[in-house]
């Protein structure tokens, strides 16, 4: 009788507190006093165990008793960005090592992007993020746009979320066209082909304007030459259709790119995507799609009057980046991608050991504001951030020959 009470006991015990326990899959997290190597191979662990989401990265976890047993419940708008940070560093890691099993979660992480296309129902209409949901989650009617989440009609049971911005834009063009240059076998270079192709003939279909499901350009969708846009905006167009044309080798993204120079001057316009005067207008965030743009466009083109005002633009920004205090997850990437575009060794003892402290996120517990039809609620739970940069920080610099393995 008193062994059957205390199974009772236990089984109880374990139904109450299974969520809060076991919905975190990883829990092993490295010290900061250990090797990069294994800080990286452990948060790299953390990220896929914590924060897949059928191949996409979410860059926000919430644990129960507030979010769900996966990982699905959190800030979801800048899903792209971990997501393509990841595909980045696993084409990185499969250039480096040549392990199938990097390709193959390269792949999974692809397929995973496609599926931001798939489940809006629409060619060439990517998504920022979804969920596989019967019902809407607590999250999306606290962010900001809630009426941008949709019930998909392609893949029924699943939500998505619209009003696709230029920083993803950017996203989508850096993380497949890596992928598509490192890892990817014939099959999948065919498919990364394929899904830019669809992405962005339909903006160019809408005159440089990204788009959503309702027809009309997202809030932050202007790449339009008869509309006034911000000069970066025009600097990511310009990669955009570089990568395109590399990849798809369709001469119709050639003609767009250089009528975009000709016609409006696309190429003046970006230098001004840096700016530096007066301060309080630097931000390091805008900073982070502009590297990412020059690192894809700058090592596709061969024009040298180009080249000169692409090198104008990453000059002005390594103004601002040599002297950055390293507060910011990229600081230290700007860094490693000046070297690899400008062919300097700017890789100074203290920027070496600054890559070797890279650290990621720690778990901790918040209260969150949870709507309910009573009302609201408070519910404490554990909450995960995202180290996605760190682990593609990681790999890049391994493959361009900046970080040592030992370390």
Known sequence: MFKSILASLFVFLILSFSDSVFAQKVNDFPQKTDPLHIKVDMYDKLIRGNHWNEGTIMQHVIFPPAGLDRPIVGSQADCLDPTSEMLAAYSHKYFVTKDPNARKIANQIFEGILKLEKVTGVPGLVARSFNKTDKPLWHEKVLWYPMEWHWSTSIPGYRWLGDLSADKFTSIFYGVGTFWEFCADEKYKQKAANLLDRFLGRIIDNNFK?????????????FC???????????????????????????????????????????DHQLRSKIIWPEEWRNKGDDYHAARSLYMLMRLE?????????????????????????????????IMVYQ??????????????VIKNMWG???????????????????????????????????????????????
């Not at 990204?210 to 202007?222: I, P, R, S, V, Y």
């Not at 690899?340 to 050991?353: A, C, F, M, P």
């Open 302 to 334: 061969h024009d040298r009057s180009l080249m000169i005002k692409y090198k104008m633009n990453l000059n002005r920004h390594w103004y601002v980046w040599q002297n950055h205090d390293f507060s910011f997850e990229d600081d230290i990437w700007f």
């Open 361 to 407: 996120f720690e778990r901790r517990s918040k209260e969150f504001k949870i709507p309910t039809e009573a009302g609201f609620k408070i519910v404490e739970s554990e909450e995960e951030g995202i180290a996605a940069a760190m682990v593609r920080n990681y790999w890049f610099g391994r493959h361009f020959g900046m970080i040592d393995p030992a370390w």
């Open 210 to 222: 990204l788009t959503d499901l309702d027809g009309k350009m997202t809030l932050w969708g202007n």
């Open 225 to 267: 030459p008869d509309l006034p846009h911000q000069a970066l905006n025009s600097l990511e167009m310009l990669m955009a259709l570089k990568v395109t044309h590399r990849i798809t080798g369709k001469e119709r993204y050639n003609a767009a790119y250089h009528m975009l120079i000709d016609r409006y001057h696309y190429d």
């Open 340 to 353: 690899v575009l400008s062919g300097e060794n700017v890789l100074t003892d203290e920027r070496k050991q």
